[in-house]
């Protein structure tokens, strides 16, 4: 019998961040579509329709300047895309903060799979229902459906690295 692995460690909303993004764009590859690009085409095509509303009403409008606002509109876009991160840890933060919760967490991995607790809170999933163990920045995931447990690689155990975790995870949970 294996002994169980324990972490303890405070929560960091940028981690629940990367973590939660991460599991996110898991599913959406694993839909076999993304709707990113579903997004961008949609919000290409309606911002054309728009330009060509306003050529209609008025002809007198230089090509330049719709060219400008399909500039514009597709910088926009590409701006909030890449804010995604720090806008996700914002709300983390804020709902920590709002809630009071305790950010002090204590995970345990054994064979029969994994727990997380604070003063607030206990959660517990089979392996069977971790789906996949995710490296991220600054740490990794592991995705339980749409939710995930982000681990920090400064809570890891004395004298061990990320890969070296993983690989005891994955032997440990039989997941990939």
Same mark, same amino acid.
């Given at each position: 019998?294996?002994?169980?692995?324990?972490?303890?460690?405070?929560?960091?909303?940028?981690?629940?961040?990367?973590?939660? /993004?991460?599991?996110?764009?898991?599913?959406?590859?694993?839909?076999?579509?993304?709707?990113?690009?579903?997004?961008?085409?949609?919000?290409?095509?309606?911002?054309?329709?728009?330009?060509?509303?306003?050529?209609?009403?008025?002809?007198?409008?230089?090509?330049?300047?719709?060219?400008?606002?399909?500039?514009?509109?597709?910088?926009?876009?590409?701006?909030?895309?890449?804010?995604?991160?720090?806008?996700?840890?914002?709300?983390?933060?804020?709902?920590?903060?709002?809630?009071?919760?305790?950010?002090?967490?204590?995970? %345990?991995?054994?064979?029969?799979?994994?727990?997380?607790?604070?003063?607030?809170?206990?959660?517990?999933?089979?392996?069977?229902?971790?789906?996949?163990?995710? %490296?991220?920045?600054?740490? /990794?995931?592991?995705?339980?459906?749409?939710?995930? /447990?982000?681990?920090?690689?400064?809570?890891?155990?004395?004298?061990?690295?990320?890969?070296?975790?993983?690989? %005891?995870? /994955?032997?440990?949970?039989?997941?990939?």
């Amino acid at each position: 019998m294996t002994s169980p692995i324990v972490l303890e460690f405070d929560v960091e909303p940028r981690l629940m961040a990367h973590g939660a /993004i991460a599991v996110t764009r898991r599913w959406g590859k694993l839909r076999k579509r993304s709707t990113y690009w579903r997004n961008f085409v949609l919000s290409a095509v309606a911002t054309m329709a728009l330009i060509s509303l306003g050529f209609a009403l008025h002809p007198e409008v230089g090509r330049g300047y719709a060219l400008g606002l399909f500039v514009g509109a597709a910088f926009v876009w590409f701006l909030l895309c890449g804010l995604q991160v720090g806008n996700t840890t914002q709300i983390y933060s804020a709902a920590l903060r709002t809630k009071g919760t305790n950010t002090a967490l204590k995970v %345990e991995f054994d064979q029969d799979g994994v727990r997380s607790s604070s003063s607030d809170i206990t959660w517990f999933a089979r392996w069977s229902a971790v789906d996949a163990v995710l %490296e991220i920045e600054g740490g /990794i995931a592991l995705s339980v459906g749409l939710a995930c /447990i982000a681990v920090p690689d400064t809570a890891l155990p004395d004298g061990t690295d990320r890969h070296a975790f993983l690989a %005891e995870i /994955i032997r440990l949970g039989g997941v990939e």
